[in-house]
């Protein structure tokens, strides 16, 4: 673990994090036990569960789970497994007119996870017995937590409360404590990236890149108008004091959040949240981004944005919508050269981490440093 204490070095001595961390499926599991499961990491998006009644399986750490909405509104996260005979209680994403019901022998669960009914257990046509006692054999809960559309979980259970966990990053954009409106497919993208997930955080967080892999990008958001972000509390990234884009031909606008204070009139700031969401927010959309590692070698990215008002759905902004999501498909794809190219790099045994820009990396070892921490825990 020596490289890593040096990865945890001060900016100007430190190397980044070894190549094992990017191509080894020992440290990938390493990874999986320890960083991901002890902090909060997301799974999916609530838009995905929209009403109550929706629920959607995802496999995260190897945990096969349930995303479900109740019938009060609020998500629940359940280990997606019945307690009688470990069946798969939800293959495919669903709208349930009732309970969640085992496809094997019909036990029956409430959206709260609670065991209502257990058909025939005690025998053809007695649906109990006094060995099995319902309200022992609830759906097994994962931990977890809705923050800005975005549905994180505490699989080990221990890390502090999310609002204390990512109390720093709340507060900086509690301004952007508003409506998420996201209108439908027109503002879904998703990639399969062949390399590590650590990758795309680390090129989300630095804007050092911007005038060679972004060059449209860099004519309306220069490199010399960004700044680095770096706090404690588990994010890094980078801000731009000037996106204002052209969204449509006539100058329209989308509309805007209310009440944010002059930073953001043009201003806008793009965040990673360790371990593995990334968000960025605007005067008039925001976004949210699922890094789900698949092996050390291969990341699914899911893009979602988001708008400031019901609005925004409207045929009038179609057209302006599909811009904008084909503008950042355009800004994600042109990463994708890059994140790989770095991954291949990964596989050169003389490559050591590397060797920051004091300056310009700041963010980059930011990150580096909290999954060393971790991982020597
Ligand atoms: S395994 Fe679910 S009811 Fe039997
Ligand atoms: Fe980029």
């Not at 070894?18 to 320890?34: A, I, L, S």
């Not at 497919?185 to 050092?208: H, M, P, Q």
């Not at 811009?323 to 291949?344: H, K, L, P, S």
């Amino acid at each position: 673990m020596n490289n890593l204490r040096n990865v945890m070095s001060p900016i100007e001595t430190a190397t980044g994090l070894p190549n094992d961390c990017y191509v080894d499926d020992k440290m990938y599991r390493h990874e999986q036990d320890t960083l991901f499961r002890d902090s909060w990491a997301a799974i999916g998006f609530g838009k995905d569960i929209a009403d109550p009644g929706m629920a959607k399986p995802v496999t995260f750490l190897g945990i096969p789970m349930l995303m479900v909405r109740n019938a009060d509104g609020q998500v629940n996260v359940f280990q997606n497994v019945c307690r009688h005979r470990g069946m798969i209680l939800i293959e495919e994403p669903v709208r349930l007119r009732g309970p969640i019901t085992c496809p094997y022998h019909a036990w029956a669960y409430d959206l709260d996870g609670n065991l209502r009914r257990t058909p025939h257990v005690g025998g053809p046509d007695i649906d109990t017995h006094e060995s099995v006692k319902t309200c022992d054999l609830p759906l097994i809960r994962v931990r977890s937590h809705v923050w800005r559309d975005v549905i994180f979980v505490n699989v080990g259970g221990e890390a502090l409360e999310f609002e204390t966990a990512a109390a720093p990053l709340i507060n900086r954009w509690k301004e952007f404590d508003q409506p998420l409106i996201h209108t439908g497919a027109d503002s879904s993208i998703s990639f399969t990236l062949e390399c590590n997930w650590k990758l795309a955080v680390e090129n989300y967080c630095e804007a050092y890149h911007l005038p060679f892999v972004h060059p449209t990008l860099n004519t309306y958001s220069r490199l010399e108008d960004h700044y680095n972000i770096m706090e404690s509390g588990g994010f890094a990234g980078q801000g731009t004091t000037v996106y204002q884009p052209q969204i449509s031909a006539d100058g329209r606008r989308f509309p805007r959040y209310d009440d944010l204070s002059s930073h953001w009139y043009a201003g806008a700031e793009y965040i990673a949240l360790f371990p593995n969401v990334l968000l960025g927010v605007h005067n008039d959309h925001a976004f949210a981004i699922l890094l789900l590692p698949d092996g050390p070698g291969r990341t699914r990215e899911q893009v979602e944005i988001y708008y400031a008002e019901e609005a925004a759905r409207g045929d009038e902004f179609a057209e302006m919508r599909t811009t904008n999501t084909e503008m950042w498909r355009t800004v994600f794809a042109e990463d994708i050269g890059v994140v790989e190219g770095m991954q291949r790099g990964r596989h050169a045994s003389g490559y050591d981490g590397g060797k920051f820009s004091a300056v310009m990396d700041a963010p980059t070892h930011h990150f580096h440093a909290w999954v060393a921490d971790r991982l020597s825990r």
